[in-house]
T-cell receptor
Framework: QKEVEQNSGPLSVPEGAIASLNCTYSDRVSQSFFWYRQYSGKSPELIMSIYSNGDKEDGRFTAQLNKASQYVSLLIRDSQPSDSATYLCAPGLGYALNFGKGTSLLVTP | DAGVIQSPRHEVTEMGQEVTLRCKPISGHDYLFWYRQTMMRGLELLIYFNNNVPIDDSGMPEDRFSAKMPNASFSTLKIQPSEPRDSAVYFC???????????????FGPGTRLTVL
């Protein structure tokens, strides 16, 4: 099993702060990387994808990828209580995904 | 579009019984994935299909599990006989053509919560 490591949390941040979520992976073959958000009792939904080293920004979300270090992160700026969820890191393995166990984020008003 | 449809949404059964989970992918999608999610193991890929053909079933835990996709609009995941350790949420997801099945276009269904007593 290819390892995908995430801090399980919970990560607690105040409303308006920046939330930083980190992920390391073991399979150097992975070329695509995804962040999914999962609300309690709901199904995962894609929020970000990144394929090249560096940063990718989409609204309040920024994904960062460093393939040499096998590290991918997600920054959420101006965090809102509605961002409270579990965030799953998922390196691609061919046509499949290898999900981490997720980091629970709690944004407090 | 109705999205990925799964049934039943909840299933409670007794150990040893057969369980069948159903999935209808989004119309026109040619990749279908079955996942299982537990607190201990997280979200695991069990099997995926492309154009109704199983491509990788290496995640299927054991012979008690089987999956079929008889046509482009329907797939089943069967557990026979079921055991308490099979209790989990089972998700189905689909991807459209041209995506290569890449994760950025996987659309998840609402899941089936299975409890085996």
């Amino acid at each position: 099993q290819k390892e995908v490591e995430q801090n399980s949390g919970p990560l607690s941040v105040p409303e308006g702060a920046i939330a930083s979520l980190n992920c390391t992976y073991s399979d150097r073959v992975s070329q695509s990387f995804f962040w999914y958000r999962q609300y309690s009792g709901k199904s995962p939904e894609l929020i970000m994808s990144i394929y090249s080293n560096g940063d990718k920004e989409d609204g309040r979300f920024t994904a960062q990828l460093n393939k040499a270090s096998q590290y991918v992160s997600l920054l959420i700026r101006d965090s809102q209580p509605s961002d409270s969820a579990t965030y799953l890191c998922a390196p691609g393995l061919g046509y499949a995904l290898n999900f981490g166990k997720g980091t629970s984020l709690l944004v407090t008003p | 579009d109705a999205g990925v449809i799964q049934s039943p949404r909840h299933e409670v059964t007794e150990m040893g019984q057969e369980v069948t989970l159903r999935c209808k992918p989004i119309s026109g999608h040619d990749y279908l994935f079955w996942y299982r999610q537990t607190m201990m193991r997280g979200l695991e890929l069990l099997i995926y299909f492309n154009n109704n053909v199983p491509i990788d079933d290496s995640g299927m835990p054991e012979d008690r599990f089987s999956a079929k996709m008889p046509n482009a609009s329907f797939s089943t995941l069967k557990i026979q006989p079921s055991e308490p350790r099979d209790s989990a949420v089972y998700f189905c997801a689909s991807s459209p053509p041209g995506s290569g099945g890449q994760g950025d276009t996987q659309y998840f269904g609402p899941g089936t919560r299975l409890t085996v007593l």
